[in-house]
């Protein structure tokens, strides 16, 4: 009885798991964007740490979509939060300095499939958020860039808003 009893417990934890959406990102030409400077690191080094983060966070937007649905994202321009300017002193490292003035903003296309690979929604979008100095909480924290994580979210959460991109049934 007791293995009859674990077999369903697994049972029925496996039909209560979800797939969600997918993305696929594709960052087109990042050495050309508008800023992905360093600061501290190499131009390299700080470019795929954008790239991987800012590819996390495509990643946990596309958990929103239901099941089967592939979200195809070309990333041809990025301006991150603040502007980097030489520091005068000893260690040599720049720093990027965080005002209103410098807000963040990207570029890209993307199509969105449904489960039998019809396309639902596609666009050209240039998302910027101007007023990003005036939020009071940030993102989720999940990214060392918070104001373009938070640019995001808030664009995806229009899109599903306005029904452009359709919401998880599961929720």
Known sequence: ???FATTVII???LVGQVQAGEVKVTWQDPEKYTDIRPSNETKTDFR????????QVFVDLAKKLPDGYQWDV?????????????????????????KDLYWPRMNFTYELKDAEGKSVASGTEDVKDMGFMLRLGVA?????????????RDWFKRQQRDKVFPE???K
């Open 48 to 55: 795929d740490r954008v790239i991987k983060e800012l590819d």
């Open 74 to 98: 070309n990333v041809t321009d990025v301006d991150l939060a603040g502007d980097v300017r030489p520091f005068f002193h000893r260690s040599m490292n720049d720093v990027r300095v965080i």
């Open 168 to 170: 998880r049934s599961d």
């Open 11 to 13: 049972a029925t934890a």
């Open 1 to 3: 009885m007791k293995k």
């Open 140 to 152: 989720t924290g999940h990214t060392s860039f918070q104001f373009e994580e938070q640019m995001l």
